[in-house]
């Protein structure tokens, strides 16, 4: 299996440009996860899917952010309008209900200039 | 929310020395997991302990819970520069959701 993919891996924007960071789980993973981590509030959870539907979105900063699950095996983060503080690396990860591991993916660093 | 804290924060050894990483935390859990970052990589998943156990190893790794202090310790034995990493504490309060501690820094000197 070729693991939890993120794409990309850098990116590097503009203030107030729209972002989306892509996902693809683990396949035959029921659960996904979007966190992000920075050095000063370490790694937090944004929102989480069960099945494609989001369950918790309580960690999203605020509405410039969005999270769709459209299938299981794609999931998008958005963030519109960008903003410095944003910068961040991005993880995505999928868990099975059978188990309690999460497996990350390789994460995506955004800059915002 | 609940969150696992660990301590030290960072921790510097020389090969060959062991490594242990405390982490603490507040609520009811049904497991801990400890996971492993190497420097700009996703987090790896080391171990699982579930809250009605005491003890678990695996290699040179060996994780102890203590849930009337609610506490949790890794230990990694025999260390080697390979295992230079942070090293983080998740516990699980259910719906396969894990609160991450901020992370143990830890520096094996060759």
């Known amino acids: 299996d070729a693991g939890v993919i993120q794409s990309p891996r850098h990116e590097v924007t503009e203030m107030g440009q729209e972002v989306t960071l892509r996902c693809k789980p683990i396949?035959?993973?029921?659960?996904l996860f979007w966190y992000r981590q920075t050095m000063m509030r370490g790694l937090e959870l944004l929102i989480y899917?069960?099945?494609?539907?989001?369950?918790?979105d309580s960690g999203m900063p605020e509405d410039r952010f969005s999270a769709k699950m459209p299938n299981a095996s794609f999931s998008t983060l958005k963030i519109q309008p960008s903003e410095p503080r944003d910068s961040a690396v991005y993880f995505c990860?999928?868990?099975?209900?059978?188990?309690?591991?999460?497996?990350f993916g390789p994460g995506t660093r955004l800059t915002v200039l | 929310s609940q969150q696992g804290e660990e301590d030290p924060q960072a921790l510097s050894i020389q090969e060959g020395e062991n490594a242990t990483m405390n982490c603490s935390y507040k609520t009811s859990i049904n497991n801990l997991q400890w996971y492993r970052q190497n420097s700009g990589r996703g987090l790896v998943h080391l171990i699982l302990i579930r809250s009605n156990e005491r003890e678990k190893h695996s290699g040179r790794l060996r994780v102890t819970l203590d849930t009337s202090k609610k506490s949790s310790s890794l230990l990694i034995t025999a260390s080697r520069a390979a295992d230079t990493a942070s090293y983080f504490c998740?516990?699980?309060?259910?719906?396969?959701?894990?609160?991450f501690g901020k992370g143990n820094q830890v520096v094996v000197i060759p």
């Open positions: 899917f069960n099945n494609n539907v989001p369950i918790d």
């Open positions: 990860a999928s868990s099975s209900s059978l188990t309690d591991t999460q497996y």
């Open positions: 396949s035959g993973h029921d659960y």
């Open positions: 998740a516990t699980d309060y259910g719906n396969n959701r894990l609160a």
